[in-house]
């Protein structure tokens, strides 16, 4: 193989490799990866409502002073946040997980439901929305492992608005 097929070639794989989330390098034996083969850390805790135990799950109650066109304010410093989302968005957590506790906050407005997920921690959540009302749901959950490029995925069903923050 010629240098320049070779270069090209781990060229593509690079760009296919970084798709995935992972990084690599290339060297003379060709292109290296330095994707981790460990598992990814789990939650000590898993991420349950901060609501009544006893509260209807389908329940939909409008909460005031909450809004979907501003990110909810929680009491952690702010790592990811983000206000008036429709359908899907990955939201990165800047600088990543560290152990100790994360607060995740959603609220959503529309008929539907919005869903959470911190791949990283294998955690997801989902909350029902109404039209009209604001929804609010805020979990918390145990990190016991850093993950440096660990990110929340939030996803709403067709006519579902909703705001997000995340905090350490």
């Known amino acids: 193989m010629t240098t320049i097929t070779r270069a090209a070639t781990a060229a593509a794989i690079c760009a296919a490799v970084l798709l995935t989330g992972t990084a690599c390098t290339s060297g003379d034996d060709g292109p290296t990866t330095s994707a981790k083969k460990s598992a990814p850390p789990t939650p000590t805790a898993s991420a349950e409502p901060a609501a009544d135990a006893n509260a209807d799950a389908d ?25 008036n989302g429709q359908f899907g968005r990955v939201i990165p957590l800047k600088g990543g997980l560290h152990k100790g506790t994360l607060g995740i906050a959603l609220n959503c407005e529309g008929k539907g439901t919005a869903k959470v ?14 039209d009209g009302k604001v929804a609010s749901i805020y979990n918390e959950i145990e ?14 069903t067709s006519g579902v608005r909703w705001s997000v923050s995340a905090g350490q």
């Open 59 to 83: 329940a939909v109650e409008d909460v005031d002073g909450e809004s979907v066109t501003e990110a909810p304010q929680i009491e952690r410093k702010t790592i990811a946040s983000f206000a």
């Open 117 to 130: 997920e911190v791949p990283a921690l294998g955690v997801t959540f989902k909350q029902e929305c109404a």
């Open 143 to 156: 990190v016991s492992a850093a993950a440096r490029h660990a990110y929340a995925q939030v996803t709403g």
